[in-house]
C-alpha cells in the first residue's frame, strides 16, 4: 500500500503509509492544496493514515508552512502530535526557509568582522597587559616565555633550515633554466638573494611558526580553558592573557627574526649550490649578493617578520582563549590558529608591500 | 520596604538564559540560596547546570536576567571580585606552589597581613585534614587529598558562596562518597552557602539541603531530598532521581481527591494520584521499588487492590534484594531488605503485589515517550 491523498476544498485527506518510501508520491499535491487554502480555513484528515514516521511528519510542517499556520488536524493520535511538537522544535533550532542564502552571506559577513574585532580587542587586551605588565609582575612567568622561545624558535630550526634550503635550491634550479638563454646565469643569484631576503623568507617563517607554533598556543590553551584552567586562574585572580598570552607573544617576537635569518641563509646556501654545480664560482654569487641586497632588505623583512610573529601567536592564543565545549573543540581551534594565522601573515605582507613601496625601502 | 541584608538570599539567580549560538542552555532560570545553605543543581549532561554554575561565577555572561550576592548586583563584577570560592572537578592546584602555599594563594591575592594568612591556612588545613601534607607539591599528592586542598583553598578566605562544578566526579566511588560526607560536616560546621552541581543523584542526596532538578535549561523542580524522592512534580524528576517503576496507562477518571483511575496498558486498572493529567490522557505511573509489598501468595489472598506478578530474577545488592517481576506485560521491579524472609519466592513463582494508591503518581509522558 502507498499514500494517497484526496483533496477537497478546505480539506486535504491524506491515507496509507506516509513514511520515508511513500510520503513523497504526495508532497508536492500536499503543498499545493496547502498554499491555495492559504488564509482559509483547512482541515487535514488523517484518519486513513496507516504508517508513519518523520518524513510524514515533515510533510505535515511542510504543509504548516505553505499554509502560513496549524491546520485543524483530524484524526490524529497523540503519538503523531507528539512527533509534530519535536519536528517544530528541531526547526526552531535550525531556522529555514527563503532568506537562508541572503542569511548565510550576512552571517558569514557579521562572522568576519566579528572575529576581526575580536581580534583586534584580544591584541589591545595583550597590549594593555603588556604596558601594565610592572604592576603585575609577578604573575609574568620568565619560565613561560623561554619555554615557548624553545618551543618556537629553537626546535623550528631544523625544519627551517630544511624548507630554506629547498626553497633556495627550487629557485635557483627553476630560474636558472630560463636565465641561461640570455646569458644571465649570474643574475639568478640577485633574483633569488632578493625574493628570499624581501619576502619569501619572512613570509615562509610566518607559515612554519603558525603550523608549528600558532596551532599548538591554540591547543594549549584551549586544552586549559576545556579542563576549566584558565577559569580556575581567574577565580584566583590571575589574569590569563599575562600568564598565558603574554609569554607566548613576547617568544614569538623575539624568535621570527632568528627564524628568518636562518631561512634567509639556508636558502642562499640551496642557491649556491645549484649555481656551483653549474660552474659558477663561489666567490662570484657572494659578490653578486653583496653588491646587489642592501641591509634596508634585510632589515624591513626582520620587521615584518617580528609583526608576523606577533600576529600569529595572538591569532593563536585568542583561538585558544575562544575554545567552545565539546571533544572537538579544540581541534577546531587549532585549524582556526593555523588558518587564521596565515591568511593574517599574508595580507599584512600585501600591506607592508605598498608601505615599503610608498616609502622607498 | 527593601530586606535587612541577612534575610536577602546569599546567591539569587534571577531568569537567568544562555545561548551557544544558536542554542538555548539555560532558559531563565531563578534559584535562590539562603545563608548556610547548600543547594545542588542536578541533571543529566548537557542539562545546562554547568553554564549556570558559569555564570553564576561570572565566567559566562548571562543573554538576560541578573545575578545578585547578598542583594548586590555583580553581573559587571569579574569572577575574583565576586567573592566566592569556585572547586572544579579537577583540583587545578598550582603545581610550583606547595599545599600550604596553595591554600594561602588566595589570602596573598587578597593582600591580607602574614600573621593571618598563616593562621587561616593552619586552621583551615586542620579542618580539612591536611595538615601532615602542608609541605608537599600536587605531584604528590593522591587525587582525593588535590581535591581535599582545592577545597581548603576555596573556604580559607571565607567566601560568600563556594561554587562547586562536580568536584568529585574524577574520584573513584569509595573516595568519592568519603568526600561528600567530609563536606557535608565542613559546610554546616562553617555554615557556608554552596551551589553544587552533579549529576549524581546520591551525591545530590548526601550534601544538599535542596536540590534543583534541572532539564533542558529549564528548572523541573526544586525542594529537599526527601521531597523530591517522595513527591516528584513531573515524570522526568520521577525518572531521574532514585529508581522508580514506569507503567504506561490512560486515565479513565479522576475523583475530587485527585485520585486517577488508570488503566495500565498491560489491562490493570490502578489508582494513583494525578498530576496535572486529565481523563482520557495518555500517562505514566510512577511506583518506587520499596513501596511495593509482594508476598508469595495469590492476589486474592492477598486482598483489596492487590496484583498477580510472575517473579523473574532475584538480585541480591548487599542491604537489599532487587526483584524483577512481569507484571501485565510490563517488568516491574521491587526492592526488600535482604533479611525479609523469602520463602516461596525464586524465580518463575507466582506473588501479589500491592501499594498504596497515594504511592503511585500518573504524570504525563515526557516528550518523545
Redesign the interface.
Known sequence: MSATIDIAPGRITLAGELDARHAGAVWTDALTAAAAAKGKPLIVDLTGVTQWDTAGITLLADIETVFGGTPAYAGAT?QVR?LL??VHDARK??PRGGAEHVASWWAVLVSFLTAATDGIAFLGEAVLALVTLPTRAKMFRRQDLWRAADQAGVRAIPLVLLLGVLIGLILAFQSLVPMRRFGADLYVANLVAISLIRELGPLLAAVILAGRSGSAFAAEIGTMKV???V??L?????DPVTMLVLPRLLATIIVMPALTIVLDFAGLIGMALVLVGDGIPAVAIANQIAAWVVPGDLYGALAKSAVFGATIATVGCRAGMAT??GPEAVGVSATRAVVGGIVSAIVLDGIFAIVFYRLGI | MPLAPQHLPRLALNGISYR?G??PAVSALSLAIARGECVTLLGPSGSGKSTAL?MA???LRPVSGDIRIDGRPIMRT???RRD???V???A?LLPHLTVAENVA??LR??NRGRAEREKAVREMLTLTRLAAYAARYPHELSGGQAQRVALARALVFAPRIVLL?EPFGALDRQLREEMQIELRALQRRLGVAMLHVTHDQDEAMVLSDRIAVIEDGSLRQIGTPAELYDTPADAFVARFLGENNRLPGRVESIDEDDMATVSLAGGARIEAQAMGVGPGH?CIVAVRPERIALAAVSAEEMGDGAFAAVLREVGFRGTHLRLVLDFAGQTLVVRRPAAAPMAGLHPGAEVAIAWQPHHARAFR?E???
Open positions: 497523540e507528539a511538537d519535536r533550532i535550525l579542563n576549566q584552567e577559569d580556575a581567574i577565580t584566583m585572580g590571575l567552545g565545549l | 551557544y544558536e542554542i558559569a561565577a561570572g565566567f569579574p569572577p575574583h566566592i570560592g569556585v572544579f572537578q579537577d587545578q594563594f588566595p591575592m587578597r562544578d495518555r509522558p516528550a518523545g515517550e
